[in-house]
């Protein structure tokens, strides 16, 4: 069996695409790879720093949100989930502003304009205590 100018496996495009679709897998892994090793890098340097008390005053709150779109293919129905992340950020006494990642109930529970002891172990919140 020779070679055949319709047989789609020796087509050039085909080839073409065929590697274009590895390069952005290997793309995709890559960044996959480097963001689990990121996360490591910070796990283990939050774990080595020093757990600290400061004093501080919250300055600003935020909230991110992402939502997602899940369709399901039996029903032809559309699932929206949304998933919030609540930020903190505290002004020290050195004046400068740490921002951190809290839970929602925390998030509730803190008010601009708060003063009071900080903890936190690098980048990681562990509380924050008002002054009375």
């Known amino acids: 069996m020779g070679f055949s100018p319709h047989d789609p496996f020796h087509d050039p495009m ?9 390069i952005i897998s290997l793309i995709i892994f890559g960044f996959l790879i ?3 090793f990121q996360g ?8 080595q720093s020093p757990i600290l008390d400061v004093g501080a005053l919250i ?13 399901n293919n039996n029903s032809h129905h559309v699932d929206h989930t949304s ?10 006494q ?15 529970q803190l ?4 003063t009071g002891k900080l903890t936190f172990q690098g980048s990681r919140y562990l509380g924050f205590e008002r002054y009375s």
Request: no cysteine.
């Open 34 to 36: 480097v963001s689990i």
């Open 14 to 22: 085909f080839d073409f695409v065929t590697i274009l679709i590895i």
């Open 40 to 47: 490591i890098q910070q796990r283990n340097r939050d774990n």
């Open 83 to 92: 998933r919030t992340t609540y930020y903190v950020t505290f002004e020290v």
């Open 94 to 108: 050195s004046k400068d502003r740490l921002e951190f990642v809290v839970s929602g109930v925390e998030f509730g």
């Open 111 to 114: 008010a601009e304009g708060d």
């Open 59 to 71: 300055v600003a709150k935020r909230t991110e949100v992402h939502s997602y779109q899940h369709h």
